[in-house]
């Protein structure tokens, strides 16, 4: 996507072009809704989540100062309203659910076995992140899953660099001394 494609999109949503902000809406609805996700630990809460956050960029959409990446911005709408969600419920939901959950016949998937594995694998995977502190599972989110800069987290989260650097390594270690208890 290219920052001229996202500036016409905007100018046109800015100027009543319902469908152009619609298109914003396809680009960035699943990472809209994972980041609410990892933060809040529910579906449900976080396709409400969704839908709120994107309200409030159609809002606030004049005020997009056009410097920064239009994803950057979504990001930050999405990680500041996840967090005041998190913190105004005052509980942990403990809910384990997979990211993306692939359905399949066995009768005709020829492999279904690794299918299976594969599932399951994913699911230890999202387990262990969802195992991490609030802000860890985030950051893993955006450089693993949503693949931004360390800069562009830094923007985000508004941490340092050297803090977000910190942060990937200790929950990579983290993630893997979790992974490695549950294979042993």
């Not at 914003?24 to 956050?53: F, G, H, P, S, W």
């Not at 709408?77 to 659910?97: A, D, G, L, M």
């Not at 299918?115 to 609030?134: C, G, R």
């Amino acid at each position: 996507m290219k920052l001229l494609d996202e500036n016409i999109l905007i100018q046109r949503t800015l100027n009543g072009d319902v469908q152009s902000f619609e298109e914003i809406v396809k680009r960035y609805n699943m990472m809209v809704y994972t980041l609410a996700y990892r933060v809040l630990k529910n579906r449900e809460e976080a396709d409400e989540l969704a839908q709120d956050v994107f309200i409030k960029i159609y809002s606030s959409l004049k005020s997009f100062n056009m410097k920064s990446k239009l994803s950057t911005w979504i990001y930050r709408i999405t990680y500041n309203t996840s967090i005041n969600k998190f913190k105004s419920q005052k509980r942990r939901i403990v809910t384990t659910e997979i990211d993306r959950y692939a359905e399949f016949n066995a009768a005709v998937i020829p492999d279904a076995h690794n299918n299976v594995a594969e599932i399951e694998k994913q699911k230890i995977v999202n387990d262990s992140i969802l195992k991490l502190p609030e802000t860890d599972r985030i950051i893993i989110t955006l450089y693993y899953y949503e693949e931004l800069s360390i800069k562009e987290i830094s923007e985000i989260t508004e941490l340092s660099v050297q803090n977000i650097k910190i942060k990937l390594y200790r929950s990579r270690q983290k993630l893997f001394k979790d992974l490695n208890n549950r294979i042993n």
